[in-house]
């Protein structure tokens, strides 16, 4: 009995570690292809462009200085910073507010219609919209101005906001709100005085997501920012490795960097970020 | 601090009160910012561009007044010989071969990354760090990490290939039209297969362990188990995600973009990217806009789907 029972136990200690490296190797081959980039990025060029595959080499850190002394990559950066901030701040704020109205107001005329809507927004083939969205911001003289694009982002980044937002609130109860309403608060104090603290779980996801989108997003900053210095990340590094000789070890680089500021919100909110994300996926 | 609040809050009391009448404004005010961005970037531009769908615009010519032409534009585009192979393209291709793959290598990963053993020896953390990787990375660096892959000389792919016999010189995956398909929906799935995975997880970690266990004391086997009770209870969330992850591909224009510009020629066009480059390349902004149409026609489809299945889904939770 007792020889049986270790067996089994040996049995089931094999069959885990099996489960486990299997496990990881897929993951690690999933993984692969950043790592790899990583790994370019520290490597002189001369290691680079050879003919055979080597996953260890010597380690430099000269793409970083060529690519942030003498390229125009830096200003990217700026550019991509400034347009996903504001247009993330505008989100959250703009989506608070509408998710409280939803939120507390049960019964108001068109509730339902509007929140289909806002809904169905999400399902919207963005990429029609670029021809009259071009032609509007024309109009508007805010063509290759970044004030277009933190239009089109915070509006991007609006439906999923309400959406998850308005479970948030759901959540919490309203005699919060009733007691604030008796001390006299008016509902704008409401939201930003007793609503915000309480929720702002639910608003670092809605935060890290919008500025998340706003940060890979391409096709809007391609057409929309016409010159060089109005460029964003995403279409200053695409241009990296256009049609003509493409330098490699500086596009791997720049992809370090672009993937940097993502890789860290991710990193620090993890867990969090990937349950509501699933469950507002799902549940959406 | 309170006083100052409750000092404004009694003026502000009072204010309400004087306006009652008016209190059920409030909701609307409250999501009016929300609504009027929404028109300004859904509303609007989707009615202009029916609009501009029927005229005959160039980009240079936008927003005078241009002569109305009736069904031209449509019957140029839908005539024109690209078009049957961008939506072929566009509906196997790049949306019904990537979602069907996702699909599949999502939920065998995520049933492997589901078992027991990961949370035992505390390597939660480890695997989902790693499933995301892909996911964190933007779609431009996705592609160019690919691109640097697949390099036909120094690319890492078409090096270990070569150096375990199986090719002699490098492949230019990209530019070969039975190679570039396979290329492009690579970087696509990996890109975008978390997502899947995540999802799923969470799915199955929300199917009660006394489910399986007492099917295994009943001696089912781990394949039965899966088949007759994980499948069938993650049935919602499978049509759910082959739903949204459908009309997501299907408007997709930055892999195809990036990695070929639809070619080598116009082999890999998909519905986007031809409507970008006939409106912004060839400045045929009205034909681009009947594309456009076209295609949220399509997506409309897809959506109603959604919508119904929602729907019933609430339903059935009451």
């Known amino acids: 009995m007792a020889t049986l029972s270790t067996r089994q136990t040996r049995l089931h200690f094999a069959r885990d570690l099996a489960t486990v490296i299997f496990g990881l190797f897929i993951l690690l081959l999933l993984a692969f292809p950043f790592i790899w980039v990583v790994l370019i990025s520290f490597r002189p060029d001369r290691e680079i462009f050879t003919r055979t595959f080597r996953l260890i080499t010597s380690v430099t850190l000269d793409n970083y200085y060529a690519l942030l002394e003498n390229s125009p990559f830096p200003n990217y950066l700026v550019n991509s910073a400034i347009v996903c901030s504001i247009s993330t701040v505008a989100a959250v704020i703009i989506s608070l507010v509408a998710a409280y109205g939803f939120s507390r107001n049960r019964s108001f005329k ?28 024309l109009h508007l003289g805010l063509i ?97 490795f256009g049609e003509y000789t493409t ?26 970020l990937v349950s509501d994300l699933a469950a507002g996926a799902v549940k959406r | 601090m309170s006083a100052t609040v409750s000092e404004q809050g009694s003026a502000a009391g009072a204010a309400r009160k004087a306006s009652t009448s008016l209190h059920w404004l409030e909701p609307y005010a409250l999501i009016l910012p929300a609504m009027a961005v929404l028109a300004f970037f859904f509303a609007g531009p989707a009615i202009y561009s029916i609009a501009l769908s029927f005229q005959q615009v160039s980009l240079f010519d936008l927003g005078k007044p241009n002569a109305w032409v009736g069904f031209d534009n449509f019957v140029v585009v839908l005539s024109g010989a690209g078009l049957g192979a961008a939506f072929f393209n566009t509906a196997v291709m790049q949306t019904f071969v990537t979602v069907l793959l996702r699909l599949v290598f999502g939920l065998a990963l995520a049933i492997l990354l589901n078992a027991d053993v990961f949370r ?22 996705a592609v160019a990490a690919w691109k640097w892959l697949l390099d036909p000389r120094y690319g890492a792919v078409n090096q270990l290939l070569i150096s375990v016999g199986a090719i002699e010189r490098g492949i230019p995956f990209l530019s070969r039209t039975s190679t570039v398909w396979g290329a492009v929906e690579t970087m696509l799935i990996w890109r975008e297969l978390p997502f899947v995975v995540i999802t799923f997880l969470a799915a199955l970690q929300s199917i009660p362990k006394e489910l399986k266990e007492s099917a295994r004391i009943d001696g089912a086997s781990e394949f039965q188990i899966h088949m007759r009770i994980v499948l069938p209870m993650l049935k919602p969330v499978i049509a759910v995600v082959a739903l949204l992850t459908t009309i997501w591909t299907f408007n997709n224009f930055v892999y195809v973009w990036l990695a070929t510009r639809g070619g080598p020629g116009d082999y890999t066009q998909v519905l986007a990217t031809k409507m970008y480059t006939v409106s912004f390349v060839d400045y045929r902004v009205g034909e681009g806009a009947a594309i456009g149409v076209l295609m949220s026609v399509i997506m409309f489809v897809f959506a109603l789907a959604y919508l119904t299945i929602l729907a019933r889904q609430n339903k059935g939770k009451g």
Request: hydrophobic fraction near 55%.
């Open chain 2, 120 to 141: 035992r020896w505390h390597l939660g953390w480890l695997v989902r760090s790693l499933v995301l990787v892909p996911f964190v990375i933007p779609p431009v660096v």
């Open chain 1, 144 to 240: 290759d101005n970044p004030v277009s694009l933190v239009i089109s982002y915070t509006a991007m980044n609006l439906p999923f906001a309400i959406y998850l937002l308005l479970g948030y609130l759901d959540t919490i109860p309203q005699d919060l709100d009733e007691a604030a309403k008796l001390d006299g608060a008016s509902t704008l104090q409401i939201i930003f005085k007793v609503i915000l603290p309480i929720a702002w779980p639910g608003l670092v996801t809605v935060a890290v997501n919008a500025f998340v989108s706003a940060w890979d997003e391409f096709l809007f900053a391609l057409t929309l920012m016409t010159s060089d210095e109005k460029k964003t990340v995403p279409v200053g590094l695409a241009g990296f």
């Open chain 1, 110 to 137: 068109g509730r339902g219609v509007l929140l289909m809507l806002v809904i169905c927004t999400q399902l919207f083939p963005f990429v029609i919209l670029i021809t009259p969205l071009y032609s509007l911001f």
């Open chain 1, 247 to 272: 330098q490699w070890n500086l596009v791997m680089t720049a992809s370090v960097i672009t993937t940097l500021p993502t890789l860290i919100l991710f990193m620090f909110l993890q867990r969090k």
